[in-house]
C-alpha cells in the first residue's frame, strides 16, 4: 500500500497550489476606501444621552403652600427636621423597620424635579427614592404600586427599555433627584439623576400609577437624609427645570393625608374568627395607622429583615428572620407599645386591632394611658349579623382559592401527562435504534453468508471442471458400466431435486414470515403528544356557611385564648370609650360574646394543683382500697360454695364488708371491676377538686377532663385502658358516677361532695351484675377488657404520706408509704410515658 500511494503523493505535490475562494475577497477588502469601512461601523446610541430640554416659561400661577415632606404621612419612626432632613427612631422594633415619607404636595402634570442629599449611611443601609400616589399605604409594601430607585442600583415600578446602562449605587453626600415628565409621548416618565448628571433614561411608569398624581416618596433605613423640593436646587442639571416647590397651582395636587383636629384610637373588638380583620381590611381610612400583629409583620417583611410569616397566628406572627438579632424587637412584646407611643409624637390616628389586647380592659387601658392626652377613643365591637359585602368579599377568596386550587391540580396533571409522554417516546426512540441495530447486523451477516457463499460456489466450479476432465479419460468400459447405472442415477438426482426444492419452499416460507414479523414490527406507530380537552372550573362550593374571608393560620392559638379568657370583658362606661354596634345592637352582641366566654371556660386548660382536701381524699381511699382487696383474698380462701347474685341485696346493706355470711359485696371483683371502681372514685374527687378551686367556673367540658386527670393524677385519662377511642365513650361507662350532656359535651358530678366511698362499690357491683347479664344473653360487647400492655406499666404515686397506696404490678414502684396489703394499680403507664404521652 505505501508503494501504491506513493505515486499519489508525488502527483499533489506536482500540482500548482490553487488559491482559496476567500483571497479575491480579502485583497478587494483592502482596496476598499477607509471612509466606506468606516460608515459600516455604526455608533451604538448612548443610554444616557440627555433627551431633557429647559423648561419653558409659564406664568400661571404657582402653589401656595411650601412643598415639603408631610409631617403626618410618615411611618411612625420618622422625624422630620428644619431644611427637610429626615431623622429616624432605631431603638428596639424600629431598628429592624423602614422608615417612609411622602411629599405634602403631588404632580398631575407637567415636568417637576425634586432631590436627597445622603447625609449618613451605615453599613447596611438601605436608601429608597422615587414617587407614589396618595392611595398608596405609606408603609412599605411588596404589593401596592410606586416606582422608586433603590441604594443598590435597582429601578421598581417602571419599565426601562434602553439596554446598555447599569444604574449607580449611591454613596455618602451623593446627591440623588428624581424626574417626573408627564409631557413624554408615551406616557409619564421618571429619570434618576445623580450629582446633577443623568443615571438611568426615562422610563414609563407602571400602569397602575397612569392617570394618577404622583407624590414624592423616600424611604430609608439606618440613615440620614435631606429632602430638598425647591425651589432652588442643590446641584444644577444640564437643563432648566422646575421643582415640586415651584409647581404651577393647576399642576399641584395636595395631600389628602392630614392631621385631624383631634386624632382618634379606635379599638376593634371581637371574639376569635369573628371577623375583626375582614372588617379592618373593609376601613378606607388610610390615613390612619393600623397597629396589629399582622400590620407590624407586613412591615418587618418589607423592611428586608425578615421572610414570609412561618407559624404563630395572624394576630401573633412568627417571622423567620434573616438575622437572629432581628427578631429582638417584635418578640419584646413592645412591639405595638413602640408603634403607639410614636405615632402619639405625630398626633396621628390609630386603628388597633389588637385581637387578643383589645379583648381586656387592662390592655385597652394600657394604650389609652400611651395615647392619651388629646386622643378620642372609639371601640368597634362587632357581632350580631354579617354585612353582605363582608361576605361577598370572603366568597370571593373562596372562590379565588378554589380556583387557584384548580389550576394548581390541572397543570400537575398537565405535566404528569406530558413526563409519561416523554417517557415513552424515550423508550419508543430506544426501540427503533435497537431495532436498527440488528437489522445492521443482520444485513451485514447476509452479507457475509453470501460472500461465504459465493466462494463455495467457486471452489466446486473448480473441482466438477477437474472431475469433468478426469472423467473424459476413463476407458469404454467405465463408460458401459456407467451406462448401466445411468438409470439408477437419474432416479438419485431426480429424488435430491424433490428434497432441494422442498426445502427451498420452507425456507421461502420462513423468509416470508420473518418479513411479516418485520414488518409489523415496523410498523409500531410514534407516540403522539394529545392534548385533554380544556377542563373548565366547576365550583361545587356550598357558600352558605361562608362569611369571613379563611386564612392558612388561625387568628389566636388556643393556649393563647385559655390564658386570654378568664380577663375577657367588653368596655364598660368606667373606661370612658364610645362605643359603636356596627352588625347588630348592643344586646344581641353581648348575648353572643358572654355565651362565647362560657364556652370557652368549659374548654380551658389551666394548671392545677392537687389541693389539700384532694390529698386527704385519696388517702383515706388509698386505706379503704387496701382494706377491700385484703378482705376478698381473706374470704376465698374459705372456699365457701358460691351463691347466686340475685340473693344479696346490693342497696339494702350498709357494710360492704358483710352483706351476710361474712361475704363481702365486692366477692366476685375481677380485675377489670377494681379497676373501673378506682376510674369511679378518681373522677368524682377529679371534679369536686376542680369545683372547690374555681367556684365561678361553668364546668367542664369532656375534652379537657384528660387533661385535668393527668394534672391531678400524673397518669393519662384510662381511655386506653379500657380500649376506648374517645373520651366519650369511655363515660359511657361511668354513667351512674358522672353526668355526660352528649349535645353540650359537659362533664358533671353525678353525686354530691361527701358520698361514701362504699356508695362506689355498690355501683361497680350493680354494674358487674349487669354486664354478667348481657353476656350471659348474648351481648358480647358489654365485656370490658383491659389492655394488658398497660397492666404491666407501674407508676409512683403523687400522693404522699398515710397508709399504703396503690403498688403497681411485678417491676413497678409502689404508689403512696404506710403499712398494709397492696392493691395492684396495673393499668397506668410510668410517668415518663404519661408526660410525653401528654
Known sequence: EPEAKKPK?????????????????????????????????????????????????????????????????????????????????????????????????????????????????????????????????????????????????????????????????????????????????????????????????????????????????VALKYGVVQVNMGPELIVNLPFKVRTFGDMSDKDAVPNPRTAPAQPEATFGIAIPEQGLFDWADEQKDGAAYEVSGRAIGSWLEASGNHTRQVGGSIDKPELQPIQIQSAAGIESGRAAIQVLEAAALHKHSVRIVELAANLTPEMRRKFRQVLAPGYKFKAVILGGTVPESVKEKARAAVKKQQLELFEKKKAIKKETKRKEFERKKREYEQRKAAKELLKAREEARQKRLAEVAARVAELKAKKDAEAAEKAEKKDDAAESKADEGETKEEEEEEEEKQQETTKEGEEEAKNEDNKEEEKKEEEEEEPKFEEEPSEEFEDTTDYSNVFFTPHRNPQMHKP????????????????????????????????????????????????????????????????KMAAWKKAQVEFKRKNLPDTDDQSTDIWGSEDVMDVGEGRPLFEK??????????????????????????????????????????????????????????????????????????????????????????????????????????????????????????????????????????????????????????????????????????
Open 9 to 217: 503523493l508525488e502527483e499533489q505535490a506536482a500540482k500548482p497550489e490553487e488559491p482559496k475562494a476567500e483571497q479575491p475577497k480579502a485583497a478587494a477588502a483592502k482596496d476598499e476606501p477607509a471612509e466606506k469601512a468606516e460608515m459600516k461601523e455604526e455608533p451604538k446610541p448612548d443610554p444616557l444621552a440627555e433627551v431633557e430640554t429647559d423648561s419653558a416659561p409659564d406664568k400661571r400661577q404657582r402653589v401656595r403652600q411650601v412643598v415639603s415632606l408631610s409631617d403626618y404621612d410618615v411611618t411612625p419612626d420618622c422625624l422630620i427636621g428644619e431644611n427637610g432632613v429626615l431623622t429616624c427612631l432605631t431603638s428596639g422594633l424600629f431598628s429592624q423597620t423602614m422608615k417612609c415619607a411622602r411629599g405634602t404636595h403631588g404632580a398631575k402634570a407637567g415636568r417637576y424635579y425634586f432631590e436627597v442629599r445622603l447625609l449618613e449611611l451605615g453599613d447596611d443601609s438601605n436608601v429608597r427614592v422615587g414617587l407614589a400616589s396618595s392611595e398608596t399605604s405609606i408603609f412599605p409594601s411588596r404589593s401596592d404600586p410606586r416606582v422608586h430607585f433603590t441604594q443598590d442600583g435597582k429601578t421598581f415600578g417602571a419599565a426601562i427599555n434602553a439596554e446598555g446602562y447599569r444604574q449607580p449605587r449611591f454613596q455618602r453626600m451623593d446627591i440623588v433627584g428624581v424626574l417626573v415628565n408627564f409631557n413624554s409621548p408615551g406616557g409619564a416618565t421618571v429619570s434618576l439623576f445623580k450629582n446633577g448628571k443623568r443615571a438611568t433614561p426615562p422610563a414609563l411608569v407602571s400602569e397602575a400609577l397612569k392617570d394618577k398624581a404622583l407624590f414624592p416618596y
Open 560 to 623: 393563647q385564648l385559655d390564658e386570654l379568657v378568664d380577663g375577657m370583658q367588653l368596655p364598660t362606661d368606667s373606661e370612658d370609650l364610645t362605643t359603636e354596634f356596627p352588625w347588630g345592637n348592643k344586646d344581641e352582641v353581648t348575648k353572643e360574646f358572654d355565651e362565647f366566654v362560657r364556652k370557652s371556660k368549659t374548654m380551658q386548660r389551666l394548671r392545677v394543683k392537687p389541693s389539700e382536701w384532694f390529698r386527704e381524699q385519696m388517702k383515706e381511699w388509698s386505706a
Open 669 to 838: 371483683f375481677e380485675q377489670e371491676d377494681w379497676a373501673l371502681l378506682t376510674s369511679r372514685f378518681e373522677l368524682h374527687t377529679c371534679l369536686h377538686a376542680f369545683s372547690k378551686e374555681h367556684t365561678d367556673h361553668p364546668g367542664l367540658h369532656n375534652s379537657v377532663l384528660p387533661h385535668y386527670f393527668m394534672q391531678y393524677f400524673e397518669r393519662p385519662f384510662p381511655m386506653k385502658t379500657f380500649g376506648k377511642s374517645t373520651t366519650g365513650q369511655t363515660l359511657e361507662l361511668f354513667a351512674d358516677t358522672l353526668t355526660f350532656n352528649a349535645s353540650t359535651g359537659l362533664v358533671e358530678m353525678g353525686h354530691p361532695d361527701g358520698t361514701p366511698a362504699e356508695t362506689f362499690v355498690k355501683l361497680t357491683e350493680e354494674a358487674r351484675r349487669d354486664r354478667k347479664a348481657k353476656i350471659d344473653a348474648g351481648d358480647e360487647s358489654a365485656k370490658v377488657v383491659l389492655d394488658l400492655r398497660m397492666e404491666r406499666r407501674g407508676e409512683k404515686g403523687v400522693h404522699k404520706g398515710g397508709a399504703k397506696g396503690f403498688a403497681p404490678a411485678k417491676g413497678g414502684k409502689a404508689f403512696g408509704k404506710g403499712k398494709g396489703p397492696i392493691f395492684r394499680q396495673s393499668f397506668a403507664p410510668a410517668p415518663t410515658m404519661m408526660r410525653a404521652r401528654h
